[in-house]
Every structure is written in C-alpha cells, then in structure tokens.
C-alpha cells in the first residue's frame, strides 16, 4: 500500500501560477505510476495528468491546454503538478492516486490522497 498527502493548494488570482505536491509513504514509490485528478463542484473527477513509475512518459487531459506540468522525484517519495496562467475554470480540489501503470481513468488508480483545494478568483 501506498498513503499519499497533498498539499500546496491554495487561494490565487486568475492568471497565477501555483505548484502541487504529494508526498508518498509505505510501498515503493517507484512502483506505481502516478496521477492527479480534480473535481469541481457539481461535476464529475476530471483527469489532470499522469506520469509513468520512472517519469520518462507524462500524459494530460483536455483541460490543461499546455498550461499544466506533471513531474516526479522518486528519491523524495513525491510528485508535483506545476500549474501555470490559472483560471477560473481550474477552482477544484485537486487530488493525487497511484496506479501501477499510467492511465487517464480514475478506476485504474488503487490508491487516492485527500486531495487539496485549489480556488482561482480574483
């Protein structure tokens, strides 16, 4: 198993940027393939990006239009989500989840942080 926590969440203005992290612990973080979703209020999970166990593959959704960084550190048990020009659109809670291989389904992910608000407003 694998226990992830979020954080760098936050409070910004439209046209910000803003850095995520998650912190991993337990099983070998270079195991898993790792993910970030967000869920808006009233909508469904939306697929953020992915990164492969070793970072070599990233993969986005839609909505990051290029605005959106996913990366990985292994030796620090962490990953990120560095997110660039904000908007609106973009206020979720953000959550991080382990897989064992890269995918764009929230199903395919067996372990899952509390995730970390995000607001954009000005």
Same mark, same amino acid.
């Given at each position: 198993?694998?226990?992830?926590?979020?954080?760098?969440?936050?409070?910004?203005?439209?046209?910000?940027?803003?850095?995520?992290?998650?912190?991993?612990?337990?099983?070998?973080?270079?195991?898993?393939?790792?993910? @970030?979703? *967000?869920?808006?209020?009233?909508?469904?999970?939306?697929?953020? +990006?992915?990164?492969?166990?070793?970072?070599?593959?990233? !993969? !986005?959704?839609?909505?990051?239009?290029?605005?959106?960084?996913?990366?990985?550190? $292994?030796?620090? $048990? +962490?990953? !990120?989500?560095?997110?660039?020009?904000?908007?609106?659109?973009? %206020?979720?809670?953000?959550?991080?989840?382990?897989?064992?291989?890269?995918? !764009? *389904?929230?199903?395919?992910?067996?372990? @899952?942080?509390?995730? %970390?608000?995000?607001?954009?407003?000005?």
């Amino acid at each position: 198993q694998v226990q992830l926590v979020e954080s760098g969440g936050g409070l910004v203005q439209p046209g910000d940027s803003l850095r995520l992290s998650c912190a991993g612990s337990g099983d070998t973080f270079s195991n898993y393939a790792m993910g @970030w979703f *967000r869920q808006a209020p009233g909508k469904e999970r939306e697929f953020v +990006a992915a990164i492969s166990e070793l970072g070599g593959s990233t !993969y !986005y959704g839609d909505a990051e239009n290029g605005r959106f960084t996913i990366s990985r550190i $292994n030796v620090k $048990n +962490a990953v !990120y989500l560095q997110m660039r020009r904000l908007n609106v659109e973009d %206020t979720a809670v953000y959550y991080c989840a382990a897989a064992l291989r890269p995918s !764009y *389904r929230g199903e395919d992910y067996a372990y @899952w942080g509390q995730g %970390t608000q995000v607001t954009v407003s000005s």
